[in-house]
């Protein structure tokens, strides 16, 4: 018996997905109280157009930045772009044609209307599909970088997803993602996802190490436990997001991870 899934239960299992971030997606944008929270207790220096879904503070978006090595005429793409913010900021601080990813249909009709607010219209392009399922959707060797921000956990296959990304960038290009790594836990983060590039035939992999990102992260959870939800489900779903991670934030690593793609030479930094 073969250890894949097959057909129907990979598209059961995307579609449940899908469903899960179409109601989340749905429930932030209508909650001004947690994008505040993001703003005022996360991150006050962002643009307050970059709207923070996830947990990257302007300095890790600078480094994103600067690792991806994309200028004016390159091809960015973002896989699970969510409602687009990171990529976004890193499109137009870069001048890179960005072209986002997620399974949620609900994140990228957000990110379709948002391209207008940071002056991307015409220059960003958001499209739907999940991790190592964007054959129909992605060319090969198509972007000269792909960024992936906290999401590669969700992915079922992280090497399939892996596999992938390697197939849509050209030779020698760079992927850059954001992660935490630790003892598997019921905020599903998982352990070596440096190895995982390795093994899908990237090269001079490099991990950074961010705990200060996560001083942030302690701070927004605090503050949001402190108040009322009422019938704010975005709010709801942050305590319930807080109250099991904060216990266990003590064992994860907070990281930048960074590889090139290609057979050229190079060294495998996993450090």
Known sequence: MSDQPDQTTTTATTSTTAN??????????????????????????LPPEVELFSFTPSEALRLLALALDVGPGDTLVDLACGRGGPGMWVARETGARLVGVDVSPVAVAQAHRRAADFGLSGRAEFRVGAFAETAAILRPAMAEAVMCVDALHFAPDPLAAARDVARILRPGRTFALTTWEGPRNDAGYPAE?????????????????????????????VAALELEPGDDTALANLQR?????????????????????????????AR
Request: proline share 5%; glycine share 4%; net charge negative.
């Open 193 to 221: 996802l440096a190895g995982t590039l390795v093994a899908a035939g990237f090269v001079d992999v490099n991990v950074e190490e961010h705990p200060e990102w996560d001083e942030r992260r302690r701070a927004l959870y």
């Open 20 to 45: 899960v971030f179409d109601a989340v997606f749905s429930a932030y944008e209508r909650s001004p109280r947690v994008r505040e929270l993001f703003h005022a207790d996360f991150d006050p220096s």
């Open 241 to 269: 997001e807080a109250s099991v991670a904060l216990p266990q934030m003590a064992e994860q690593r907070r990281l930048l991870i960074t590889a090139r793609s290609g057979s050229r030479t190079g060294r495998n930094s």
